[in-house]
């Protein structure tokens, strides 16, 4: 909760510049408490969703609205900023009632023009029938408006995905110092999620695999670090409420198995013509090309994304998979995780690395100070 007064008036700013474009006299923000849904909500209020569906009303003028059902209202109260947050609207937990509430509340303040909705994936069929059945046909999809001013970050808020990578670097430090024959995934678990918090991260989505040999990440279940083998994280830490992510997969003891250790040396080369790529102007199709190009030349192949965006929302904004022609610019902040897999085998042995990074001006900026394997 470490954003400026002056942050919350550039975003208002850019946001209600597109709104007065488009004649959209208000906007109606949906978001849930999870980690790829609550980005547009924390975005304009400083504040995030702890568990089920939020709704924020942004008027023309003034500061946003939060809606929240009772059933969230005391951790709601605890974090509110009155300067972000102008009301705070307490709807019953009937859905049908609380549908009817967040309609009528919104009608207060969709005095003209059209209505727009952020996050359409995000809102309740109740909500959304109930918010149609008052507004009717001004009612219009608005999530363009969030994607396009949440794309670049400012300088505040590429300070504070530093400190979640900051935070990201001290945890895969601390798991690759204890790594041993019989550590459990659960044990690591535990030691990721203090050591997060003890940096001051106030919520994460890691996985984890300890298989071996595989990078299907998924939650604990009990397996055991095994001598001459590998085990692989996906820390994604948020500080501020910011993401960042860094994959990698280590070695127990000191070396790879000499399967994986022949794809590290493809996924050196495959991240290397990538980070070559990347700079102003170059889009996904670059990316991925060069990417593709080096795992296949190899005898391999990566069926997954190599890479997305990150801030708000652990995903956020494009994945490094899309067929679109987007451009990247200075400002943005992703990952970028190339992976080598044998052909025609998605869940593995395999191996993907990759870390955060800014776009600057001239290229990018690895963000995360941690390396898994020396380039």
């Known amino acids: 909760m470490a954003l400026s007064l002056a942050e919350r008036d550039r975003r208002y700013v850019e946001i209600r510049k597109l709104m007065s474009a488009n004649e959209i006299g208000c906007l109606l923000v949906a978001g849930r408490g999870d980690h790829v849904s609550r980005g547009n909500i924390r975005y304009i209020t400083d504040n995030g ?55 009528e509340s919104l009608l207060k303040y969709a005095k003209g023009g059209k209505v727009g909705i952020v996050g359409m994936q995000d809102i309740s069929v109740p909500v959304y029938e109930a918010v149609r059945s008052h507004i009717g046909e001004r009612l219009v999809d608005a ?25 990201a670097d001290k945890a895969y430090s601390l798991i690759r110092d204890i790594a041993k024959p019989g550590l459990s995934d659960y044990e690591v678990w535990g030691e990721v999620d203090r050591s997060l918090a003890i940096s001051g991260c106030c919520y994460a989505m890691n996985l984890i695999d300890f298989t071996g040999e595989t990078m299907n990440l998924a939650l604990p279940w009990g397996e055991k670090m095994k001598a001459g083998s590998t085990f692989a994280l996906e820390l994604i830490p948020a500080y501020d409420g910011y993401y960042t992510e860094i994959p990698a997969m280590l070695p127990v003891s000191e070396d790879y198995p000499e399967k994986i250790a022949k794809m590290v040396e493809v996924w050196k080369l495959a991240n290397r013509e990538a980070q070559s790529a990347l700079k102003p102007g170059s889009t996904i199709a670059d990316i ?36 679109r022609q987007m451009s990247f610019k200075p400002g943005m902040v992703f990952t970028l995780h190339p992976g080598v897999y044998e052909p025609n085998n998605p869940t593995g042995p395999g191996f993907a690395m990759g870390y955060t990074y800014l776009l600057t001006e001239s290229g990018c900026e690895r963000l995360n100070k941690f390396v898994a394997v020396p380039e």
């Open 49 to 103: 969703i702890i568990c089920r569906e939020q709704y924020c009303i942004l008027p023309p003028e003034g500061s946003a609205l939060t809606i929240t059902t009772q059933q969230t209202q005391i951790a709601a109260n605890v974090e509110i900023k009155e300067e972000w947050v102008s009301e705070f609207l307490i709807t019953p937990n009937d859905p049908a009632a609380a549908a009817k509430h967040v309609a």
């Open 143 to 167: 999530t363009w408006i969030f994607n396009q001013v949440r794309e670049i970050k400012s300088a505040e808020e590429i300070e504070s995905v530093r400190k979640s990578t900051a935070a």
């Open 288 to 323: 991925n090309a060069a990417i593709q190009g080096v795992v296949k030349e190899h005898g391999y192949y990566y069926p997954w994304r190599s890479g997305h965006g990150v801030g708000l929302d652990c995903v956020e904004g494009f994945n490094l998979n899309d067929k």
